[in-house]
């Protein structure tokens, strides 16, 4: 997505209506396309020296198009503004040629969907900060956790992103977004006795520099060592076992995430995604129980206070359907999937607004938005009143590495720290310690579900999924829950 003259291009809509009008001369009965700028600035230190600097900046160019039987695609850099209109053409006469040699394919048909006509620029607080400041808080936090006892290692990341997003269509669609993305991340190791922990923890929000001030990344990489530090001088290895399970919400975040949010995505369910990725367990099971009654899990990405600043909170999603809240499971049952128009029309459901793309020059696929469990209205409200009844278990922390099989039904979730639980008291420091079970299982056996102050989202931005890659930004949560499942701990 380079641009070789290191600028942000200001992008004429004009062009691109034009370009659809093209794309119908050229047979098109449908065209949408998808033009993105971006300019980024960040800095990343090691033991508080200054391992690298980043700036850049580029426009890329994406178009589909339907004219056969099915869709084709066509994607290209724009090396600069004098280029821009020819890279446009371009893609839509590739893209059209590769659909009509689609013929052979029975006909995609979309779900409709109400044309809008936006410029949506998002409110930015505060300015980011010089590139020169960026190294030096880079390496004024890496050094201080350098200093710290038992820390050998320290890595810290700071960046900033500006996004212009413009979409339009052959139906009338012409939607710009302009946003930033601000963030970066934490790694630690501590080392002692021959034993060894790392801690990763990366940060970030969609907006401006206020919320790198928020989250105080000084104070937080500082709590991170020491977890890192306890965790190789004092914790334990915990010991296997079924056993009650109480989750954190920074636990729940990549819970949901694994056995809800990805086989909630209807290219699984449907198989579009079986050969790369897998399919869904729950695929024929909508309308019955799935999970206990107390469960509710959602995806939700229109923009409001409870969503502001997280990745998977947009106005409009990559097919210009607007951002909406999708019921996956309500009090176990299983509800309804994350569509496409495509895949909406093929199930005779509505569009979700949940096709996403790394860039422009990236076909759109369906992606988990802001996906996560509800609290109980009526739950306990602090973790002392989830775990009261909790004789003996487990209680798991901040979530690490995920292994799960590609029907999403049998999984394994690490997590860097979790703490023992004896009669309701939260007892020793435990690590290396994984939960494991079976989806249905597990989701039947959670019999506390925690109140609304114990509801957190938290930030994802790795989440891999197609073919060719794409890394998708999003966020995961909920609040603390209890069930039953297996535990198992490592040296």
């Keep these: 997505m380079a641009c070789k003259d290191g600028g942000k291009l200001d992008i004429e809509t004009g062009l691109l209506t034009r370009a659809m009008d093209l794309a119908q001369e050229l047979g098109a009965r449908y065209a949408d396309v998808r033009v993105e700028t971006y300019i980024s600035e960040g800095a990343q230190a090691e033991n508080g020296v200054c391992k690298s600097v980043a700036k850049g900046a580029g426009t890329s160019v994406g178009v589909r198009a339907l004219a056969g039987g099915s869709w084709g695609f066509a994607s290209m850099d724009v090396p600069d503004e004098h280029g821009f209109k020819g890279v446009l053409d371009d893609c839509i006469a590739r893209a059209v040629r590769h659909a009509k040699a689609q013929s052979k394919f029975p006909e995609v048909k979309l779900a409709k969907v109400k044309p809008v006509r936006k410029h949506l620029r998002a409110e930015i607080e505060k300015a980011p900060i010089d590139l020169d400041s960026k190294v030096r808080f880079v390496q004024e936090i890496s050094?201080?956790?350098?200093?710290?006892?038992?820390?050998?290692?320290?890595?810290?990341?700071?960046?900033?992103?500006?996004?212009?997003?413009?979409?339009?269509?052959?139906?009338?669609?012409?939607?710009?977004?302009?946003?930033?993305?601000?963030?970066?991340?934490?790694?630690?190791?501590?080392?002692?006795?021959?034993?060894?922990?790392?801690?990763?923890?990366?940060?970030?929000?969609?907006?401006?520099?206020?919320?790198?001030?928020?989250?105080?990344?000084?104070?937080?990489?500082?709590?991170?060592?020491?977890?890192?530090?306890?965790?190789?001088?004092?914790?334990?290895?915990?010991?296997?076992?079924?056993?009650?399970?109480?989750?954190?919400?920074?636990?729940?975040?990549?819970?949901?995430?694994?056995?809800?949010?990805?086989?909630?995505?209807a290219d699984r369910v449907l198989g579009g995604e079986s050969a790369w990725a897998g399919r869904a367990w729950w695929r024929d099971l909508r309308g019955k129980r799935v999970a206990s009654e107390l469960v509710t899990a959602v995806s939700d990405a229109r923009p409001m206070e409870r969503h502001r600043g997280f990745y998977g909170t947009f106005a409009y999603d990559d097919e210009g359907v607007p951002a909406q809240r999708v019921v996956h499971i309500q009090n176990g049952i299983l509800k309804d999937f994350l569509h496409s128009r495509q895949t909406a029309y093929l199930a005779g459901a509505r569009p979700s607004g949940a096709m996403r793309a790394t860039h422009a020059g990236l076909v759109p696929i369906i992606r988990m938005t802001n996906t996560y469990f509800e609290a109980d209205k009526e739950g306990p409200n602090t973790l002392e009143e989830c775990i009261e009844d909790v004789k003996d278990g487990v209680l798991m922390g901040h979530q690490s590495i995920p292994s799960i099989d590609s029907r999403r039904y049998r999984f394994q979730i690490s997590a860097y720290e979790a703490w023992e639980i004896k009669d309701g008291e939260i007892g020793g420091l435990l690590k290396n310690t994984a939960m494991m079970g079976t989806t249905p299982e597990y989701l039947?056996?959670?019999?506390?579900?925690?109140?609304?102050?114990?509801?957190?989202?938290?930030?994802?931005?790795?989440?891999?999924?197609?073919?060719?890659?794409?890394?998708?930004?999003?966020?995961?949560?909920?609040?603390?829950?209890?069930?039953k499942a297996c535990v198992q701990g490592g040296a």
Excluded at 176 to 184: A, P, W
Excluded at 450 to 459: A, D, F, N, R, S
Aim: net charge positive; aromatic share 6%; proline share 5%.
């Design 143 to 265: 050094k201080a956790v350098k200093s710290m006892e038992t820390i050998v290692m320290s890595l810290a990341e700071v960046y900033h992103v500006e996004m212009t997003k413009h979409f339009c269509s052959t139906e009338g669609a012409l939607i710009t977004q302009e946003n930033m993305r601000v963030g970066g991340d934490i790694l630690c190791n501590a080392h002692q006795s021959g034993q060894s922990q790392t801690y990763y923890k990366p940060y970030g929000a969609i907006g401006g520099w206020e919320f790198i001030e928020k989250f105080d990344i000084e104070s937080l990489a500082l709590r991170i060592a020491n977890m890192s530090r306890r965790l190789v001088t004092e914790a334990k290895v915990p010991k296997s076992g079924l056993t009650t399970v109480v989750t954190k919400p920074n636990f729940n975040m990549l819970k949901v995430h694994e056995i809800v949010g990805h086989p909630a995505e």
């Design 444 to 483: 039947k056996s959670i019999k506390v579900v925690g109140g609304p102050k114990t509801w957190e989202l938290y930030q994802i931005p790795n989440c891999g999924k197609g073919d060719p890659m794409q890394i998708m930004r999003l966020s995961n949560g909920g609040p603390i829950m209890v069930g």
